[in-house]
């Protein structure tokens, strides 16, 4: 593979970024369609390196390429995608498209250049970070992102956006920095154990770890990827967060950034520190079971839409955490569907709610809407479709990731799968009083003559839409890359699954 | 019973058919799901320009597909009895290690008297609402639903594997959400549609975890693999897996104690109200445990509380029908009797299963039949539900009384109606079983005289208590014509799956028969029924012969109780939605409160600190130097004590 | 004793240096003494410049040469090297910080007249003729001096007299700012005063360390520990005074007080110089006499540092945060930094030597930016230094504010700046030190840092700008280049840091 | 007499410079207290001279007396000019910098 598919995704973006800013500003609608081109172009770039991957490749890593960077410290600039980076890097790179689109007229002609130019940053960093197999390189894009979307929330957000992005900032860092430590704990150790310190993932996942330091260093891992992907109870940033961004910084930062910590469990907790991993399981099972049930209820009471969404993305968040820490096959591949399912139902949520706050003066409240259905039929459709692929109904990507979680988790706890299966009733419980209260009933007078959807606003929904049908119809392609990638990780932590009754030949067979 | 499970167990368990591959007219299995699911597609995405031929597209698809049902039941009668079981497999869906589930469709003799069912009740219905929904604005929208609705019910009775069972499970519960809220503007109605959902949400939760024990036991989810190691899983295994699916079952078919939606999905249109909420879908809980038969063979204790359950059901819902005024809620709790008679048949093990679907069936036919005959009353009445505003229909509307009679005859069950021969077999199998089954059934037999009388009379027969500006009228053809079909159907659907159809030869390959000596004289057992329904009816012909009040006399503690459908809500309420309501709130109060506020108070505490702290720089030099001293000296004592140790 | 003192041999070539800076700043007096006015604030700007580029290069011509000379008392070994070639090109930028006379209307940053009465008449007098204050030169030279000589001093008297050489001047220029006399000048009091009194703990502390080594020479001192155990009262006090008057330079809590009245007071340009660079130059003398000196007893010393540096980077951060004055903040900031700098010095091992070595350029240059940014905020009565004024500057000059940002950023250590490369390197070598709870103090303090750096992020970029909020000078191109300097060495030392770090490790150990 | 003894003054002088400097209010007074400290290190220098029996404390001590000039000259400077604008020498006058 000499193509270096993985830096170019980066390159790209950040060309346009830099391209953007040199646009006039006195011309929004210029900035605003390169933009929508780079991300376009960035997105068959991807769709191109998919088609290249080999699902069964015994190579841990694909398009990989290295370069020293600061060899006094064994870094280096390396990337290369397994299964689940690559699902979650063609994740990113399809979303930034659909907010560029959907996020049109988020922000005033003034803002405009800023706005996308950041846009098209974060989207070379995501690639960064879901691609880095060199753990400091990791670590930087991890850091570095905070920064374009401290600017995207504290800029061009709501009313309270300054506070909320500080706290998601201070929040971040917490994390960061205590991953800091440990990282250059963890660095420390294999300069004892290989003579030359090194941050290379495989070089890394090949030491043999004293079990009582991994448990240090996981922790300092473990607290950064659980702020990030709020897991309870490190969650309170991201309603703050939600409610004040913009609908696109909102889907960027819930549906792909905070899979950061997901992806950084799946990929560097468990082959890195196998024993404390296994040790600390129980303790993050029930972080997640318990952020499972408490999202799904603290959304159902939540007055606020952004902030509904905020607490049920922590809920489900729960089932992705869940699923990882049972280590068993189901499991691990669920949640990763999970995550993208997760990415394409967050993108239909926080879309159609932008289409209604733009339509109702920018009210998030609940109270504040009614009957959209009677004068805004589509978009109430959309809203409703959301709203299903949010409570993981059946055919959809949500309920294959959901499922698969729950059958992994079942195999191990059933137990803990009993309790989590409830989360799912509450789920359509929040889910369809958001819709019973905003769409349904008699039309609030604010509504009246409410603009159905424009085609423009339709496009990036329908994507979003045929995406998460598709997914969840013929999840078969991507389940096919998943599944090395978690069996791989499944070898390394070696907590034997528990085994199942291989099926009989079913009666069924053709002669 | 408990106990005979092992022994049933020997003696019944279902000969397991081998699927034959798809060939021949079959080949075009998933045409049947494509067909509906193609309708729905187009009236939906489509917009308003299918406005104007959209409904007829919609009819057009489920009348192709139910002549495409015939044709496979030709062709599939042409085949020997063990070969009828035809499999296609379309991919391979969900296949995770262990974990395979296919998209793979299953056409057997259980799903094909469904199929039928389905499709042909529901063309009828189809038509009916070209009728009934003439003048309603989202008409397409309508015919898109129900379209939807056709094809997840198809996919849930064609399903090979419970996994994908579920996808049909789920998708009929959607398209019953989105019907019953088809009036959206009515709060009643999108908030009958969301309680409908959640509540089916609960059975779910059963049937999901059911779905995971199976895989877990059987390395699994496809129902020839599972079924063929049914007997080798613990009993105790089996008794969870039955009760899982129970569960689902509940929700579904609006079983104690899920049961309460059911009334208030009458919220839907009326066509919705006879093709979901009676023919249907909500029968499919009947479906799932018949189909799951090889499970509950192993489990005796599954089976009796099965058969509690349909017991319970069966009285609670004859008992609110016989106190509802609103007709269409009457009849939703007679649904919910009925239902309870297969759920108790389904509960008897192998010798009640074909009882159940048998039940089913004629239930389906007749139960549509009188939907739709409501409807055309209500129709006709300009909207009104209210049966204490109707009374002398009878001349005002011939076509729909007359119809209405062949469904009435048939759910009391008078012999040669359809509901004769299912009901009776039921009430007869109850016996063979457990004679206090058999006594609950021919009581509820006997209410079901009452209300169902009681709804005859207080309707088409009396005096008019009509609102003043009201000119009751018959319906069009396009509305009769399907009544005049099923009421046909109502009459001739039992006696001819009995002596033309053998539908108990027909369905034993699936569902397996222990024949057994009767005990009782079919005859006499006929007899007892027959006299306590026939007592059922003379009461309530005594009790409303005379002049009907428009305003419900007040009755004693039973009647309100079932007017108020026995506090179903209430105790719901109670139970459920206000504790879960009231832990919400306290969960977001901590939220903001204990977890948040230790973050902004940490953080405050950090503010607080400094601006105590930057007081130490208080300006003056020599302060300044003081503090230098200090830290010489600090910095001496450390040195001293790190050098002591 | 013998009545013949043998001459002593001196190689004057790896001083050059050195004497290249001495010999400008007394040419430089000499100017001040004899050219006339008009032609001293050229001239002095030709010796300066040229002094210290100069001096730069001999540096990098003699980078090779490692001996002490002087009969010992100066020692050129790779640390020192890398030491003065540190001051020296932050001296250069301070140097061009200096010279900036186009921001404020009267002319440069200093008063006319330092000995004029504050808002008397003959103060007005000399504005009004324009007068500059060209001895600031000469002194800020022999500052320079001081400070090449501080790290590079290889016994206590050489290292007392460079300190003395490197404040003298430094706290004569803290009194001479144009602007805000009387605060300028109390900074000159309070800095001389607390200067004088830490050099007197310091010469104490050398007399006791002499008494018990019977030398002042760190190789001498070092052998006496190896020698000789006993008599510890002596080398206690000795150590514990002289660690008192390096860490009040250093600004170490709590030694600390000073720091932020004598930033807040002076002349932001000598601010500028006195964070970056007399930071750089105690740092090193402090790893000098740690390392080489007292090196034997590492084990005494490194848990007092360990106390202090994470009293530092707490005490700092914490009491920046209720700060309103930019100038007083980034004050509290570097006393912060200096702490991260002292974990790096505890670390008592090549990586730790190295690490604070990184962080001090990195510290360097980033601090002397902020300072040229602030020095460029200004209304009618000169900088505007309240972070409330302040707001909405992103919106002006994007530029300007963007600059702030990154180094508000590489102060918080965000990667990809040097901040953040020097603080994995202190980290890195505490760790390795076993040092896991300063780490830890460490992380919580740049978590609290980080607040009151966003803060003003927050400031300048979310928040609108009021009416009369302060205008951005265009700077000449002095400032301009000096912040251009300080971005372009923040940015790279945090995106390509390799090649400094090679330059550190060859540079190598102490020379005993 | 004994040297140690003069060490033991000196430490005395220190003492006794350093309360000075924390006590006394008159910035003159405050820097003659410094003088005092860094005289006590001459002393002790000088004492510690004799008994390590070598030169270098005696030569520091000459040294340290330019340097202390030095100091005066700066000092004095400065307090001077303080004096002038403020009409008094003490050293808690000059408050405006704080917290």
């Known amino acids: ?189 294999s300069a004892q154990q290989l003579g030359q310190g090194t941050f290379d993932f495989l070089a890394l996942v090949g030491l043999d770890i004293d079990p009582n330091m991994q448990k240090v260093l996981f922790l300092g891992f473990f607290i950064a990827f659980a702020i990030k992907a709020p897991l309870w109870p490190f969650h309170t940033w991201l309603p703050d967060a939600a409610k004040e961004s913009t609908p696109a910084t909102a889907i960027l930062l819930i549906g792909v950034l905070d899979k950061v910590g997901t992806f950084g469990m799946i990929r560097y907790l468990l082959p890195i520190f196998p024993a404390a991993s296994d040790f600390y399981a129980p303790l993050v099972i029930a972080l997640a079971v318990i952020g499972i049930l408490y999202g799904a209820l603290v959304a159902l009471g939540q007055t606020d839409m952004k902030r509904l969404f905020a607490y049920s993305s922590m809920s489900h968040f729960g089932f992705i955490a869940l699923g990882i820490f049972v280590f068993t096959l189901q499991g691990g591949s669920g949640s990763t569907v999970y995550m993208l399912a997760h990415g394409l139902s967050t993108a239909a949520v926080f879309i159609t709610a932008g289409y209604l706050m733009q339509r109702n003066g920018g009210s998030s409240l609940i109270s504040d809407y009614g ?84 085609a423009r606003e339709k496009l990036p929904l329908a994507v979003v839409v045929v995406l998460t049908l598709a997914i969840g119809f013929f999840p078969g392609p991507v389940l096919e890359v998943v599944n090395p990638a978690v069996e791989r990780t499944l070898e390394v932590v070696g907590v034997p699954a528990p085994d199942i009754p291989q099926a009989a030949p079913s009666g069924g067979e053709a002669p | 019973m408990i106990g005979t499970g092992a022994a049933m167990l020997s003696d019944s368990a279902p000969v397991l058919q081998p699927l034959a591959p798809a060939s021949g007219v079959f080949a075009y299995l998933w045409v049947l799901l494509a067909l509906p699911l193609f309708g729905a597609a187009v009236l939906l995405l489509g917009g308003r320009r299918t406005n104007r031929w959209g409904p007829y597209l919609g009819c057009l698809t489920v009348i192709t597909a ?29 296949a995770v290690g262990s974990f395979q589930a296919e998209f793979a469709l299953q ?240 509960g008897l093990g192998p010798i009640g299963y074909v009882f159940a679907i048998f039940h089913l069936l004629t239930h389906g036919v007749f139960k549509a039949n009188l939907f739709l005959g409501a409807g055309s009353v209500i129709h006709g009445m300009d909207g009104q539900q209210d049966m204490r505003r109707y009374g002398a229909l009878r001349t005002a509307m011939v076509v729909t009384w007359l119809t209405f009679m062949c469904g009435y005859l048939a759910i009391i069950g008078i012999p040669p109606f359809s509901g004769f021969f299912s009901k009776d077999d039921i009430i007869h199998a109850a016996f063979e079983k457990n004679w206090i089954i058999g006594v609950c059934g021919v009581l509820a037999a ?73 005990a009782i004289p079919t005859i006499a057992l006929e007899g007892i029924t027959l006299t306590v329904v026939l007592i059922g009816v003379a009461i309530a012909i005594a009790k409303y012969r005379s002049t009907v009040p428009v305003e419900p006399p007040p009755g004693n503690l039973l009647t309100v109780a079932a007017r108020n459908s026995l506090y179903d809500d209430a105790i719901n309420d109670a139970l459920v939605v206000q504790p879960t309501y009231a832990l919400s709130r306290g969960f977001v109060t901590v939220d903001d409160r204990v977890i948040d506020g230790t973050v902004e108070g940490s953080a405050s505490l950090v503010g607080g600190v400094s601006r105590r702290l930057r007081l130490v720089q208080t300006g003056f030099a020599r302060s300044y130097a003081l503090l230098m001293v200090a830290g010489a000296i600090l910095v001496a004592v450390v040195l001293v004590v790190v050098r002591l140790s | 004793m013998n009545e013949m003192m043998p001459t002593p041999e001196i190689d004057y070539l790896p001083l050059l240096p050195m004497i ?114 060209t001895e600031v030169w000469p002194l800020f030279l022999f500052s320079v001096l001081g400070m090449m000589l501080f790290p590079a001093a290889n016994n206590l008297l050489v290292m007392f007299v460079a300190l003395e050489v490197m404040s003298l001047p430094l706290y004569l220029l803290a009194g001479m700012a144009r602007r805000r006399r009387l605060l300028s000048q109390e900074a000159a009091l309070k800095y001389f005063i607390l200067g004088a009194f830490s050099s007197a703990f310091f010469l104490f502390g050398s007399a006791l360390t002499y008494g018990y080594a019977g030398t002042i020479q760190f190789s001498g001192i070092a052998e006496a520990l190896t020698a000789q155990p006993g008599r510890s009262a002596l080398l206690v006090g000795g150590l514990a005074l002289i660690g008192v008057g390096m860490l009040f330079k250093i600004g170490a809590v709590p030694f600390h007080q000073w720091v932020p009245d004598v930033y807040q007071g002076s002349p932001s340009p000598i601010t500028a110089f006195m964070a970056a660079a007399v930071k750089v130059a105690a740092i090193g003398a402090l790893l000098r006499v740690l390392y080489v ?129 020097g603080k994995f390197l202190v980290f890195e070598a505490a760790l390795a030190a076993d040092a896991i709870v300063v780490v830890l103090i460490g992380v919580l303090a740049s978590i609290i840092a980080a607040f009151f750096y966003v803060r003003v992020i927050v400031v300048m970029f979310f928040s609108d700008p009021p009416e009369d909020g302060p205008s951005v000078v265009i700077p000449s191109a002095a400032t301009t280049l000096a912040l251009a300097i300080s971005v372009a060495v923040t940015v790279i030392l945090g995106v390509l840091p390799q090649p400094v770090l090679d330059l550190i490790e060859q540079a190598g150990v102490f020379l005993g | 007499m004994n040297p140690e003894s003069y060490v033991v003054l000196a430490c005395v002088l220190f003492t006794l410079g350093a309360i000075g400097v924390l006590v006394r209010r008159n910035a003159i007074v405050v820097f003659m207290s410094i003088e005092l400290m860094l005289n006590a290190a001459n002393l002790a220098f000088v004492a510690f001279a ?13 040294f340290v007396m330019v340097v202390a000039a030095a100091e005066v000259v700066v000092g004095l400077a400065i307090i001077v000019t303080i004096y002038r604008s403020r009409r008094s020498a003490s050293i808690d006058e000059p408050n405006l910098l704080k917290y």
């Open chain 3, 293 to 421: 000196a007292f090196g034997g007893i590492r084990w005494d010393w490194q848990f007092m540092l360990w106390v202090i540096a994470g009293l530092t980077m707490l005490v700092g951060s914490i009491v920046a945060i209720s700060q309103s004055d930019i100038k007083r903040m980034l004050a509290y900031s570097s006393i912060a930094q200096a702490g991260f700098i002292l974990v790096g010095v505890s670390a008592a091992s090549q990586a730790g030597l190295d690490a604070s070595l990184f962080y001090l350029i990195a510290y360097g240059f980033t601090t002397m930016g902020t300072f040229a940014v602030v020095s460029l905020v200004r209304d009618s009565t000169g900088e505007a230094t309240k972070i409330s004024q302040w707001a909405g500057l992103g919106r002006k000059s994007p530029v300007l504010a963007t600059c702030f940002a990154i180094f508000m950023l590489a102060l918080a250590g965000i990667p990809l700046t040097s901040g953040f490369v």
């Open chain 1, 371 to 454: 009957g959209v259905n009677k004068v805004a039929p589509v978009l109430a459709g959309f809203f409703l479709f959301a709203a299903m692929s949010s409570l993981a109904l059946p055919g959809l990507a949500s309920f294959v990731g959901e499922f698969l979680v729950l059958v992994g988790t079942f195999i191990r706890y059933w137990w803990v799968a009993a309790i989590a299966t409830i989360g799912i009733v509450i789920t359509a419980a929040y889910a369809l009083r958001l819709y019973q209260k905003v769409a349904t009933g008699p039309t609030a007078p604010s509504l009246e003559g409410l603009p159905d959807l424009t």
């Open chain 4, 50 to 62: 004799r008994m390590n029996g070598n030169l270098e404390g005696q030569v520091i001590a000459f």
């Open chain 2, 107 to 346: 056409l057997d003799q259980l799903s094909m008297v469904f199929v039928l069912l389905i499709t042909i009740v529901g063309s009828l219905i189809h038509v009916y609402s070209l009728g009934y929904m003439e003048h309603d604005v989202d008409r397409r929208k309508f015919f898109g639903y129900l379209n939807l609705f056709i094809a997840a019910m198809l996919l849930l009775v064609l399903a090979d594997n419970y996994l994908l069972l579920y996808v049909g499970w789920e998708g009929v519960g959607l398209a019953s959400y989105l019907l019953i809220g088809f009036w959206q503007f009515k709060p009643s109605a999108a908030a009958a549609a969301k309680k409908a959902f959640v509540m089916n949400r609960i059975g779910d939760v059963g049937l999901s975890l059911a779905i995971m024990l199976i895989f877990v036991t059987f390395g699994t989810v496809a129902f020839d693999s599972v079924f063929a190691q049914a007997g080798q899983a613990s009993e105790t295994t089996l008794t969870w897996i039955g009760l899982l699916l129970l569960l689902a079952a509940c929700g579904k078919s609006a079983q104690f104690p899920l049961q309460a939606w059911l009334l208030d999905a009458m919220e839907g249109p009326t066509p919705v109200s006879a093709l979901i909420h009676a023919a249907t879908m909500v029968t499919a809980g009947v479906y799932l445990i018949v189909r799951s038969g090889a499970i509950f063979d192993g489990t005796a204790v599954a089976l009796t509380v099965v058969a509690i359950v349909g017991v319970i059901t069966m009285f609670l819902g004859a008992i609110i029908g016989s106190a509802k005024d609103d007709i269409k809620k009457a009849l939703a709790g007679s649904t919910m009797s009925q239902i309870g008679y297969m759920i108790i048949a389904a």
């Open chain 3, 20 to 133: 290249i800076v001495a010999a400008a700043a007394v040419i430089g007096v000499i100017v001040e003494a004899f050219a006339p006015r008009r032609a001293r604030r050229p001239l002095q700007l030709v010796l300066a410049f040229g002094s210290l580029i100069g001096a730069f290069a001999a540096l990098v011509w003699q980078s090779g040469v490692r001996s002490t000379e002087v009969e010992g008392a100066v020692v050129i070994d790779g640390p020192s090297v890398i030491l003065q070639g540190i001051v020296l090109l932050l001296a250069i930028v301070a140097a061009l910080l200096i010279s900036e006379r186009t921001l404020d209307p009267a002319g440069d940053a200093f008063a006319p007249r330092a000995s004029a009465l504050p808002g008397s008449e003959d103060e007005r007098q000399f504005t009004s003729r324009g007068y500059l204050q």
């Open chain 2, 66 to 94: 139910a002549a495409y049902a015939i044709a496979l039941l030709v062709s599939m009668m042409a085949l020997p009895a063990d070969e009828r079981a035809i499999g296609q497999s379309l991919y391979s869906w969900v």
């Open chain 2, 446 to 518: 006997g209410i079901t005289g009452f209300y169902m009388t009681r709804m005859i009379i207080m309707t088409f027969f009396g005096k008019a208590r009509w609102e003043d500006d009201v000119h009751p009228h018959e319906s069009k053809p396009v509305m009769t014509i399907p009544l005049i079909i099923l009421g046909i159907g109502s009459l001739f659907t039992g006696a001819a799956l009995v002596y033309w159809g053998d539908i108990v030869g027909w369905l034993e390959p699936v569902t397996g028969l222990q024949e057994e000596p009767l």
């Open chain 1, 1 to 189: 593979m000499n193509i270096p598919w993985l830096t170019a995704l980066m390159v790209l973006p950040l060309v346009g970024s830099i391209i953007t800013l040199a646009l006039p500003r006195s011309r929004p609608q210029v900035v605003k369609a390169w933009a929508l081109i780079v991300a376009l172009a960035t997105l068959g770039l991807t769709i191109a390196m998919a088609l290249e991957f080999q699902a069964d490749a015994t190579a841990p890593f694909q398009f990989t390429e290295s370069y020293p960077w600061i060899p006094a410290f064994g870094i280096s600039y390396s990337v290369g995608v397994d299964g689940i980076g690559l699902v979650l890097v063609a994740l990113a790179t399809v979303l930034v498209p659909v907010v560029i689109l959907a996020g049109w007229n988020d922000v005033d002609d003034q803002a405009t250049k800023g706005y996308f130019a950041l846009l098209l940053v974060l989207e070379a960093l995501m690639v960064g970070v879901f691609s880095a197999t060199d753990v400091f390189l990791f670590y930087v894009f991890f850091e570095v992102m905070l920064v374009p979307v401290y600017f995207l929330i504290g800029r061009y957000g709501g009313a309270g956006r300054t506070r909320a992005a500080v706290k998601f900032l201070l929040y971040s860092l917490v994390g960061g920095l205590l991953m800091l430590a440990a990282l250059i704990g963890l660095y420390v150790v």
